[in-house]
């Protein structure tokens, strides 16, 4: 199964910006989707953003208009462009790849935002 490392995350104060990078070990060309997660402290792992093979996207609600999924094929990475960055927005970011082998999990990268 693909490698993933996450990267990107930091501290920063409401409203700031951040981007994720996800780099995958083999070519993402061929994945059926890659998703970003988060985990809060004391909080289930929950869904933040999709981007599929045919460069479909969707995003949690709580997210969407202020966080943007995109992809590299020639980087084999795929980012989350985080905006209008919320206390409630900080957890720890976890990548996601699907393929038909399965899934593959990244070690996750943390995000705090805090005044």
């Known amino acids: 199964q693909v490698q993933l490392v996450e990267s990107g995350g930091g501290s920063v104060q409401p409203g700031e910006s951040l981007r994720l990078s996800c780099a995958a070990s083999?070519?993402?060309?061929?994945?059926?989707?890659m998703r970003w997660y988060r985990q809060a402290p004391g909080k289930q792992r929950e869904f933040v953003a999709i981007i599929t093979s045919g460069g479909t996207t969707n995003y949690a609600a709580a997210v969407k208009g202020r966080f943007t999924i995109s992809r590299d094929y020639a980087k084999n990475t795929v980012y989350l462009q985080m905006n209008s960055l919320k206390p409630e927005d900080t957890a720890v970011y976890h990548c996601?790849?699907?393929?038909?082998?399965?899934?593959?999990w990244g070690q996750g990268t943390q995000v705090t935002v805090s005044s």
């Open positions: 083999a070519s993402i060309f061929n994945m059926n989707a």
């Open positions: 996601n790849a699907n393929e038909i082998s399965g899934d593959s």
